[in-house]
């Protein structure tokens, strides 16, 4: 086999998406059934995929318009209960991929405080991605963000952590429709491989009327 067939191959078993796709559990909140405009802190092990923290935990607060609306469905959290807390899940990846993780965020509506006091940081094994505000909302509705970042899964079960950051003194950020894909392929793949498809069937061509 020549070179030019083990790229060609190679660049279809990526495009393919032969690699384990990677999901999140409970995005978007919906697992804990809460009355339209009520909400309620849940602690570790109590928000069905999501774990939460830090030592002491300070839980995880979920909405049902409250203090603005979901994003997507009826739910969705606050990660700024009592004082600054994280929610963080492990997801199942396959090594060397790219993902493309998204997630929604919005500043409390009617906070207009300092300038820090809706932020949320996002980590990826560790790694910060970077921490993330908003635009002041107004005094009844959420404005969300829908953010979009790019992770490399490492094979194992790779740790995604939201964490408060802002002011702690329970007015903080809301988060919601938390998800992640396996990431598009550039159009310079497509374009490479319609060419290569095309070269091999001419090369096909051109030996058959030889033969």
Not at 140 to 169: H, K, M, P
């Amino acid at each position: 086999m020549n070179n030019f067939k083990r790229l060609l191959i190679g660049a279809a078993l990526f495009v393919s998406g032969s690699a384990t796709a990677a999901s999140i559990i409970n995005g978007s909140f919906e697992d804990n059934v809460l009355a339209n405009g009520t909400w309620s802190t849940f602690y570790n092990g109590s928000v069905n995929g999501w774990s939460s923290g830090p030592t002491p935990d300070y839980g995880i607060e979920i909405r049902n318009n409250v203090a603005g609306q979901a994003y997507q469905g009826k739910n969705f959290v606050e990660l700024d209960t009592f004082r600054n807390s994280v929610a963080y899940q492990g997801i199942s990846t396959t090594a060397g991929e790219v993902y493309d993780l998204s997630f929604a965020y919005s500043t409390r509506p009617g906070v207009t405080g300092p300038a820090n006091t809706n932020n949320i940081s996002v980590f990826w094994n560790g790694s910060s991605l970077g921490t993330f505000g908003g635009i002041n909302a107004s005094s009844t509705t959420n404005n969300w963000i829908l953010y979009t970042v790019q992770v490399v899964g490492t094979g194992g079960s790779d740790e995604l952590r939201f964490a408060a950051t802002g002011t702690s003194d329970s007015y903080g950020g809301s988060l919601d429709a938390v998800a992640i894909t396996t990431a598009v392929p550039e159009p310079e793949v497509y374009a490479m491989m319609g060419l290569g498809l095309g070269l091999l069937g001419w090369v096909g061509r051109r030996r058959k009327l030889a033969a």
